[in-house]
């Protein structure tokens, strides 16, 4: 995956995690921040050791690839490379496909990485052949040890490209039977078929048939190569293994060749061959010195039959992480959405559920339960007028379904009645005051007896001349005598105290209004002594009425409530 593919996967999961971190989480929006933060951290410091990973990578010289849209097999040698490379560079370009070398000191993934960089497309039709020489090897073990890093290269390249990359195993050795390079090649299912350089592809069988002796000998010794190569180097790819999946080869080919220089004159295939065939000195079969002539081929005629369209190119496979990415979100997004309504679910149903239980007539809670449940719809209404919100959409949101079933419950609530509205206060009406009019008149007098002075400022103390009021001065008689002269009598005896206090207090006399009522209201029966005491009377009191007792320089009552009101 190229820099640009890996930003943009970057970019795309950091938009994806603001949408769903802000618009969807079930969390406050201080968590959500910090939930994002987190992931962003998390995510530039893997962008960092990506980074740091690729600025130490060692650069390659990769200046002869093909261009871009070459889409022919290309296969990634390594292991026992041929020592006569046909050319200075590393890249060989065939007619059938392109040949990379990998030398000793250069890590196989490494490669690969490179040539993904350059060529981002070429990931369905690259390949890795491991090419194994016998007899440049004294120690089995440290072969073997080999070869399972290089396994395990080639796991890991499965893994971060995501292409099957297939295996290709080649088993080479020099004989001097031949002057020229002889292959035979197995595929599964499949029969083995023999190669000679400029021929066609023929079986075995008829190969050696045509061929004779020398056919016969070489096909020995062809035996015993693929013994040795399935024992010591297919089984190491093939094994169970703890750490690692076994790989299995889409190609084994085995080839003979001229004296190949390099080769040991003790050697893993030399030990392997005595062994088991108990001939220490076979002509042809043991390798010569290190001075000899090197003529070895690469096995051009397997590119075409390498499996070709396997997997997705990178620009697609980082659209399908890209869609995956998407995918997780909108997952993400679904299971945040479903929780939020579920979570508004809970809560009108719990304020439903509330508003329930408290009886009508208990006033108070009920009508903060029914505040509740308005305050509940007038969210729903909202969200029904102007949109319902991100992270309660997809498809899963409630609030139609609740919106109506709380306007019916609060259409239900019936309020308290109004308290009873407060009677204005009566204005003060000071008490009637009653004087004896024995303690004041003499018997069938009018004009005060001398002395009385004291007994009225005591009695009279509460009656004041006030803007408004009317000070009503009433007198009374019992029933004895004539009703007509009872009348006079009493009115004279009321117009006697007005005088007292008119005169005593300075008031005017339009504060006074006098009234005779004689023998007709009396209070007590006339029947016995006391009783007529009690109707003998003169009686003060204050009586409302505007525009009375006007004082000067005073306003009256009507222009002071005029001004209040």
């Not at 290309?74 to 046909?86: E, K």
């Not at 297919?234 to 004296?259: E, R």
């Not at 008689?477 to 009348?487: A, H, K, V």
């Not at 009191?541 to 006007?550: G, I």
Request: glycine residues 8%; contains cysteine.
């Amino acid at each position: 995956m190229s820099p640009a593919q890996q930003r943009g996967l970057a970019l795309w999961a950091a938009l994806l995690s603001v949408a769903i971190c802000l618009g969807f989480l079930p969390v406050s929006r201080l968590v959500s921040v910090l939930i994002l933060l987190a992931a962003l951290g998390v995510s530039a410091a893997l962008w960092s050791v990506a980074r740091r990973r690729a600025e130490h990578d060692v650069p390659l010289c990769l200046d002869d690839l093909p261009e871009a849209t070459y889409r022919q097999p290309v296969v990634l040698v390594c292991g026992d490379l041929p020592l006569a490379w046909p050319q200075q560079s590393s890249v060989l370009i065939v007619t059938q496909g392109c040949w990379i070398r990998v030398e000793d000191f250069q890590d196989l993934e490494l490669v690969a990485r490179q040539v993904l960089r350059q060529r981002p497309d070429w990931g369905r039709q690259l390949s890795v052949m491991v090419s194994v020489c016998p007899q440049k090897h004294a120690d089995g073990e440290r072969l073997t040890s080999r070869l399972l890093a290089l396994r395990w290269q080639i796991c890991q390249l499965r893994k971060e490209t995501g292409h099957s990359v297939p295996l290709v195993l080649n088993g080479q050795v020099g004989s001097a039977m031949t002057n020229d390079m002889l292959w035979q090649a197995a595929f599964p299912g499949e029969g083995g078929r023999v190669w000679r350089e400029s021929s066609a592809p023929a079986s075995i069988a008829s190969w050696v048939t045509s061929g004779g002796t020398p056919a016969m000998q070489q096909q020995v010794l062809m035996n015993s190569l693929m013994s040795w190569f399935h024992q010591h180097v297919k089984a190491v790819f093939m094994d169970q293994h703890p750490d690692m999946p076994a790989i299995a080869p889409t190609v084994v080919l085995w080839g003979i060749g001229p004296i190949l220089a390099g080769s040991l004159a003790s050697s893993a295939w030399t030990t392997w061959l005595s062994r088991h065939t108990a001939m220490q000195h076979v002509a042809g079969w043991q390798p010569v010195g290190t001075d000899s002539t090197v003529t070895s081929l690469l096995p051009d005629f397997v590119l075409p039959l390498l499996p070709e369209g396997q997997g997705l190119t990178l620009r697609g496979r980082t659209l399908r992480y890209a869609l995956w990415i998407f995918t997780l979100a909108a997952i993400a997004a679904l299971l945040s959405s479903g929780w939020n309504n579920r979570q508004l679910l809970h809560r009108v149903s719990f304020d439903i559920a509330r508003y329930d239980r408290i009886p009508m007539d208990d006033y108070g809670p009920k009508a903060d339960a029914v505040a509740v449940l308005r305050e509940d719809a007038a969210q729903l209404d909202t969200w029904t007028r102007n949109g319902v919100p991100l992270r309660m959409s997809l498809g899963l949101y409630q609030g139609e379904r609740l919106h109506f079933k709380v306007l019916d419950v609060i259409r239900s609530y019936i309020p308290p009645p109004p308290p009873p509205k407060p009677q204005p206060k009566p204005k003060p009406v000071p008490k009637i005051v009653r004087l004896d009019s024995m303690s004041l008149f003499d018997s069938g007098k009018s004009a005060l007896k001398s002395g009385t002075t004291k007994l009225l400022v005591n009695s009279l103390v509460g009656i004041k001349a006030k803007p408004g009021w009317l000070i009503v001065v009433a007198g009374h008689t019992d029933n004895t005598g004539n009703p007509g002269l009872n009348q006079t009598l009493s009115r004279k005896r009321a117009e006697a105290v007005r005088d007292w206090m008119r005169d005593t207090g300075d008031v005017p006399e339009s504060c006074f209004a006098v009234q005779g009522y004689g023998q007709s209201r009396p209070i007590a029966t006339n029947d016995t002594p006391d009783g007529r005491a009690l109707n003998r009377r003169v009686e003060i009191s204050l009586v409302p009425q505007a525009n009375a007792c006007q004082i000067p320089g005073k306003p009256s009552a009507s222009s002071q409530d005029d001004d209040a009101s």
